[in-house]
């Protein structure tokens, strides 16, 4: 099936225009400027409505793969068949920047176009009686754009897509299994999450408009990118009312939500807790759950990594469950399938290292490529798996008579940072651990602090992760 798609637009996009082009190359054309103008928009706005006819319709601008819904949005919203209108601007800017004297050959293409177009509306008004009831445009676009962000990718989100289509293949070989289990109504789903490209691995194998949220502090670094591409925020370390509220309505209103259970990426491949508030959403869901595991990502690029590493990324869809039997669907995404296999590069494992295993000194423990060792008792590891890896954390030992201290920019301004089993100290304010209300390690250099007010803080020469579980044997009475 992808053969014959890709069969396709090499005949239609290269070897037709270009042939025909070739053929009467003697005669030179002056129309350069044009014609590289109108070939680049041309490519843009065919690719743009084809990502729409995916994103929104489910399908493809080829048979092979039938449109599911009516897609009335972008492009669609303009005119009736926008892909020809941007073939169209493809093969003139063609017969401009190699010849003029195959016009004529262009004139009789749109001809044959105008017929196809004729003939498929036929068709679309059979397979979606409601498309009779929006007049629009046979090809030209004359219609205002309309997109519903609630249900509907804006232009950003759809530009993203394709630009991700062609990306990720440079650095991950994606393999995708169960696309057959996708519902073909809305629905909510759910996935593991221990690396950044995660929501691309989701939406690549969906092939949908799918709406995450993100953590409200991360959100207002750059509000404007994620406002147009259909990402709105989340106050983990508060019952978010608002956020709830765009939850809600994109359910209800046929719209595909994106949850990553755990909050945040885990450290090691084992799943962090989920929360409570989480679960409740969940079973708040009119539309089932479909979950989504991605494994081998952390091998390549786990939290603690430095840079990211090319390999393989399988990506498995569950069958849909029920909003109720949740717990089956993170059955099947926190399913632990690499434990007896090796990362791909040790660099930055200090971060999740933070004591050395040997002689508990903290902060001597140096990544490399191939393994990692202490500075201060010379002990060394070899391309561990990850299951000794976790091991190896797992024997670091916590001394509620510690105090720990390091230099910090907390919100922005460099100060002193300080914790013991009762008090934390965020510059020249302190407060009981009690007070702390939510402790987040966000990033692997962030910890975000919620006392009735936020504060990101930056540990200028200790990992975050240790302050993390010091934090929280603390708290354990």
Request: with cysteine; net charge positive.
């Amino acid at each position: 099936m992808y053969l014959k798609i890709f069969l396709k637009i090499i005949l239609y996009w290269i070897l037709i225009p270009f042939g025909i082009a070739g053929i009467f190359s003697l005669w030179p054309s002056e129309g350069l400027m044009w014609g590289i103008f109108l070939i680049i928009f041309g490519i843009f706005w065919a690719g743009i409505s084809a990502a729409y006819l995916i994103l929104d319709g489910h399908g493809s601008p080829f048979k092979e793969i039938e449109t599911k819904r009516f897609v009335k949005s972008g492009p669609y919203s303009m005119s009736r068949h926008p892909i020809y209108f941007g073939y169209l601007l493809y093969t003139l800017g063609v017969a401009l920047l190699f010849n003029l004297h195959i016009l004529w050959a262009w004139l009789a293409g749109l001809v044959i176009i105008l017929i196809l177009a004729i003939l498929e509306n036929r068709s679309l008004f059979k397979r979606f009686p409601q498309a009779r009831e929006i007049h629009l445009p046979l090809i030209l676009p004359l219609k205002k754009w309309r997109v519903d962000p609630v249900v509907e990718p804006p232009f950003l989100y759809a530009f993203m897509f394709l630009i991700g289509k062609f990306i990720v293949p440079f650095f991950y070989d994606v393999r995708m299994e169960g696309k057959e289990k996708i519902p073909n109504g809305p629905y909510v789903v759910i996935a593991n999450h221990a690396s950044y490209p995660d929501p691309l691995f989701v939406i690549d194998i969906l092939n949908s408009y799918v709406r995450f949220p993100i953590t409200s502090a991360h959100y207002k670094r750059f509000s404007w990118f994620y406002e147009l591409v259909g990402i709105f925020p989340i106050k983990r370390y508060t019952v978010d009312v608002h956020a709830i509220m765009k939850f809600t309505k994109t359910m209800k209103s046929g719209g595909i939500i994106g949850i990553f259970p755990e909050g945040e990426r885990n450290w090691d491949g084992r799943h962090l807790e989920v929360q409570e508030g989480v679960i409740r959403l969940l079973k708040m869901s009119p539309n089932p759950i479909l979950p989504v595991r991605i494994e081998d990502i952390h091998l390549l690029w786990p939290r603690w990594a430095k840079k990211l590493s090319k390999g393989v990324v399988k990506v498995k869809i569950g069958d849909p469950v029920n909003p109720q039997d949740y717990q089956k669907a993170f059955d099947f995404i926190f399913l632990d399938t690499f434990k007896s296999k090796t990362y791909a590069d040790y660099r930055g494992i200090e971060a999740y290292l933070w004591q050395c295993p040997k002689c508990e000194n903290i902060g001597s423990v140096k990544g490399y490529k191939k393994g990692f060792e202490c500075k201060n008792c010379g002990s060394k590891w070899i391309k561990p798996t990850v299951e000794e890896v976790r091991k190896l954390h797992d024997s670091i030992s916590l001394s509620k008579e510690i105090l720990l201290e390091d230099e910090a920019i907390i919100n922005g301004k460099r100060s002193k940072f300080r914790m013991d089993k009762n008090n934390i100290e965020l510059g020249d304010l302190t407060f009981n651990l009690c007070e702390v209300q939510s402790f987040l390690t966000e990033s692997s250099k962030h910890i975000y602090i919620f006392t009735n007010e936020l504060f990101i803080v930056k540990p200028l020469k200790t990992s975050p992760l240790m302050w993390k579980e010091y934090f929280d044997f603390f708290k354990i009475k």
